[in-house]
């Protein structure tokens, strides 16, 4: 930057390190996303297609800040990404990491729109919000990301349980909300259940778990193990193809989907298990799939978020909090 009379001005701004060796959450949140989603026609109590796009934008998130964002909870119109503690972006400053989390996003959720809500054209740009919390140790994050999946259930619950009373009970909004005030849960499960036999449980667990994001170490591809054995006794080769091979046969990082309970120990503390899965909740480091192409879709589920690769994730967490 040149050095001008006019530098001073530099003077007026403030240092806002983040204290070293802490947890850093950004969460962001949707500004306004009550009109949003009604200009939009998003459907109610839960429009899958909207929760996807989400889903996309936080996964770009991680891919663009590979190696600082460890781990992301996302549920309706707001996302959770948990820094590793040894983190150094922006020399860990807290304005510089927070608008560019939330650049990030916002770019990423208005550039998969059409591929997300073909039918749906964007009326107005989107906008977040978003802030920094520092956690001091492991207990904190973790319930952090507890105390946003509590938040996931109660407010799914509730919204399933006011929208059916509209929709197929015929009550209006006004008449929904004085039916479910000073109801507890059980009481909405019963309403469900009884009245228009929704078993809440059932329903699928995006809805009611919200989404995880988190990379796991996986083996080397087959292709890239039987390449380094290949390499392997007496080559008049040169050595820098055998080089590149051993590189090629590391582990690789997979960004995992996710559907699962982070409340309880089995995603952070069980082993989790180094095998090749399949399906839509792998996603490659450069946004594919583990093979390096683009990840079709809910193959073998009618909807990407029904994925059985997507409800299995024990253990992935187990490494994080270290």
């Not at 078993?199 to 170490?217: A, C, F, H, I």
Request: aromatic share 10%; hydrophobic share 35%.
């Amino acid at each position: 930057m040149a050095n001008s009379k006019y530098a001073y001005v530099r003077s007026f701004e403030l240092p806002d390190p983040v204290l070293p060796n802490t947890y850093m959450v950004v969460r962001i949140d949707g500004k306004g996303f009550h009109e949003f989603s009604a200009q939009h026609g998003f459907a109610k109590p839960n429009d899958g297609p909207a929760l996807e796009l989400m889903n996309e934008a936080a996964r770009h998130v991680l891919q663009e800040l590979k190696g600082q964002v460890v781990l992301a909870f996302g549920e309706s119109d707001e996302y959770s990404f948990l820094f590793s503690k040894i983190c150094a972006l922006y020399n860990r400053r807290e304005s510089k990491i927070v608008t560019h989390v939330v650049s990030l996003f916002t770019g990423a959720y208005i550039f998969h729109w059409p591929r997300f809500m073909p039918n749906t054209p964007l009326q107005r740009p989107p906008s977040f919000d978003g802030r920094l919390v520092m956690y001091p140790s492991a207990k904190e994050v973790r319930d952090y990301f507890s105390w946003r999946q509590v938040d996931t259930h109660i407010n799914n619950l509730y919204n399933t349980t006011f929208w059916a009373l509209i929709q197929q009970g015929g009550m209006t909004e006004h008449q929904a909300n004085e039916e479910l005030r000073h109801t507890i849960s059980a009481q909405k499960h019963e309403i469900l259940y009884a009245r228009f036999q929704i078993n809440y449980d059932r329903l699928p667990q995006m809805y009611r778990k919200g989404t995880t994001l988190v990379w796991e170490s996986m083996p080397p591809s087959p292709s890239a193990a039987s390449s380094s054995q290949a390499q392997e006794g007496p080559s008049m080769i040169s050595p820098k193809p055998a080089r590149r091979d051993a590189a090629a046969a590391k582990p690789r990082k997979v960004l995992r989907t996710l559907h699962v309970d982070i409340i309880g120990d089995s995603f952070w503390t069980q082993p989790a298990e180094l095998t090749p899965k399949t399906g839509d909740g792998l996603q490659g480091e450069a946004g594919g799939s583990a093979s390096g192409e683009v990840a079709e879709e809910g193959k073998g589920a009618q909807q990407p978020w029904d994925d059985e690769a997507r409800l299995q994730g024990d253990g992935l967490g187990a490494s994080l909090l270290v």
